[in-house]
């Protein structure tokens, strides 16, 4: 199985729309990241979480807003969804002790119509 | 912007030809990392490089580090048509008081049959 998990995969909405992606990691890792992806460039940092009280705004944070309900879980929103908004997300995590890599979880294609 | 630049960002070769990619960076860095990403997939860890160090290997991957220049070379030797992808470095330091990564444009590498 998995690390880490998100869910949807896919998702195609209209623009207004409240739209919830969820992450789930079994690595017992106490942080946890949400980027996005658009076509040709890198990743952009949404927001940031190094254990479940703690909750930091990244690059480009507007628009969006999460929640940590758990360490293994780690929610973004988009209240309002916009056109500009579609693009892939990933979640990422990663442990604290030394010099560490981030464990992606596989993507979720957002499409805002 | 704080994001590396890599260089190129589109490489394509032929199989069994070394591919060559360069990250350049403009702050201080705990240790530079590289990430592959299958298209519309997560990205996976290749290699971290420390700050104090100046080169390493992992099978076909040799990256190097030069910090007074701030830049990082990846090579991948006698490549194949499976290291199709792109691939991002990524510079792991403080930037406003936390521990963040932040990733490059990524090069895109096609390895020709």
């Known amino acids: 199985d998995a690390d880490v998990t998100q869910t949807p995969r896919n998702r195609i909405t209209k623009t207004g729309k409240r739209i919830m992606l969820e992450c789930s990691q079994t690595?017992?890792?106490?942080?946890m990241y949400w980027y996005r992806q658009d076509p040709g460039l890198g990743l952009r940092l949404i927001y940031y979480s190094f254990d479940v009280k703690d909750i930091n705004k990244g690059e480009i944070s507007d628009g969006y807003s999460v929640s940590r309900q758990a360490q293994a879980k780690f929610s973004l929103s988009l209240e309002s969804a916009i056109p500009n908004q579609t693009a892939l997300y990933f979640c990422a995590t990663r442990g604290t002790s030394g010099h560490n890599e981030q464990f992606f979880g596989p993507g979720t294609r957002l499409t805002v119509l | 912007s704080q994001q590396g630049e890599e260089d190129p960002q589109a490489l394509s070769i032929q199989e069994g030809e070394n591919a060559t990619m360069n990250c350049s960076y403009k702050?201080?860095?705990?240790?530079l990392q590289w990430y592959r990403q299958n298209s519309g997939r997560g990205l996976v860890h290749l290699i971290l490089i420390r700050s104090n160090e100046r080169e390493k290997h992992s099978g076909r991957l040799r990256v190097t580090l030069d910090t007074s220049k701030k830049s990082s070379s990846l090579l991948i030797t006698a490549s194949r048509a499976a290291d199709t992808a792109s691939y991002f470095c990524a510079t792991d330091g403080i930037i406003q008081g936390a521990q963040k990564l932040v990733f490059g444009q990524g090069t895109r590498l096609t390895i020709n049959p």
């Open positions: 702050t201080s860095i705990n240790n």
């Open positions: 690595k017992g890792h106490d942080r």
